[in-house]
């Protein structure tokens, strides 16, 4: 049954002009002086959230990015300064990209996090998307099994090191520790110190291509999966992906157990109304996330198109109203969303956690707008 609601903020600053008419992305730059409201932005949003009763505000980590979308770089620090500005909301990690750091360095940053906000803060790891960022911390992103390759590496890497007292490591990547001298001795193990006071650890990774390797290994390691917002909709391909792995490991999981469904929303008094309303904020979306694969099924010159103002509707480009259909997107009065929800439920039967999220480029004002609404008029419904 579904009885948590978090919400994500990938990190974009309040910009104007969004939508397919507003200025193309990579004409997009802002000054120092508009990127750092990102933080208090964050503050605000997570402040509401836990006014409201919410479960986890999820950030994400992100480098380098003048265009105002993905601003947060170090999710550990905002969240470590987030639980003393708020009393009981979890702050996620959704996610550190774990091919941008060293796996000890991570452990370590995390484990401190998990002390200083008393077992509030959530990790969460992804292997990332964006070339300018991977591939300048010196990392492989465009050759993807290198980077799948790595990435399995690190995260095993890091789960050792918060399990185990002293741990070693051989791999194609890492030594650790070094087979070096050290005051009069050989090193052959090491212990990451601090260690986190919470274990095991809570990790969750994003559900993205749903291929049977990377959900074997997500069930092996026992990280929990967030499905929605990417390359992976609401179909139900991934849900029962996941429980399939969760079998070939020996696991009975309940159908969206162990998951989080993610869905874009906008509330108004009609469905009609939410679709005007939210269209700009899609469309901001698309601009954003169609050149990285993540907005299904849009063809290349589709892309090519939402690239510059004008030209989406002779290129086909979807409208918001297509992906509503595959359960991605909802707009519309908030009874028609507690309904989606109860159908949610119906289907998946061990999912628990929902992740209710406003798109990238919607006004502060407007997030917590929603954000608000959905908490008085939605939440309620699911309270046990």
């Known amino acids: 049954m579904i009885t948590k609601f978090d919400s994500l903020f990938a990190g974009h600053i309040d910009m104007d002009n969004v939508g397919y008419t507003g200025a193309a992305v990579n004409d ?47 999710v550990l620090m905002l969240a470590v300064h987030l639980d003393h500005a708020t009393r009981r909301l979890r702050i996620g990690c959704g996610f550190n990209t774990a091919p941008m750091w060293h796996p000890l360095r ?6 401190t996090a998990d002390i200083l906000t008393r077992g509030r803060t959530i990790f969460g790891v992804g292997r990332g998307y964006h070339s300018r960022e991977v591939e300048t911390f010196g990392a492989p992103i465009l050759d993807g099994e290198a980077n799948r390759e790595l990435f399995e590496e ?6 050792k090191a918060f399990d185990q007292e002293s741990f070693s490591h051989q791999g ?9 001298p050290y005051r009069g001795y050989e090193l052959r193990e090491i212990t990451l110190v601090p260690r986190p006071l919470h274990r095991p650890v809570e990790c969750w990774q994003p559900i993205v291509s749903a291929r049977p390797r990377a959900l074997d290994f997500m069930v092996r390691h026992r990280i929990k999966g967030v499905i929605g917002g990417g390359a992976a909709t609401m179909a139900e391909g991934p849900v029962h992906g996941y429980r399939e792995a969760a079998a070939r490991a020996g696991r009975d999981l309940a159908l969206g157990q162990d998951l989080c469904l993610g869905i874009f929303f906008h509330l108004a008094e009609t469905r009609e109304k939410a679709i005007r309303e939210i269209t700009p904020y899609y469309e901001e979306h698309v601009k954003m996330f169609g050149p990285l694969g993540f907005v299904p099924g849009i063809t290349p010159a589709q892309v090519e198109a939402s690239s510059r103002r004008g030209g989406w509707g002779a290129a ?17 009065p908030p009874e028609e969303l507690t309904a989606y929800l109860r159908d949610l439920e119906s289907r998946f039967p061990g999912l628990e956690h929902v992740n209710v999220s406003t798109s990238i480029g919607t006004p502060r004002a407007i997030m917590r707008e929603q954000l608000g609404w959905f908490a008085r008029e939605v939440m309620p419904r699911f309270s046990r």
């Not at 690190?154 to 789960?159: A, K, N, P, S």
């Open 28 to 74: 997009r730059r802002f000054p120092n002086e508009r990127l750092v409201t990102v933080f208090d932005k964050a503050q605000a949003m997570a402040q509401l959230m836990d006014r409201m009763g919410y479960d986890t505000f999820w950030m994400a980590e992100h480098h380098f990015q003048h265009e105002g979308y993905e601003c947060i770089p170090n």
């Open 106 to 111: 991570l452990a370590e940053d995390f484990a």
């Open 154 to 159: 690190q995260v095993e890497i890091i789960l």
């Open 172 to 180: 194609k990547h890492y030594t650790l520790p070094p087979p070096v």
């Open 316 to 332: 086909g480009v979807p409208t918001v109203e297509h992906y509503m259909k595959t359960g991605a997107w909802f707009a519309g």
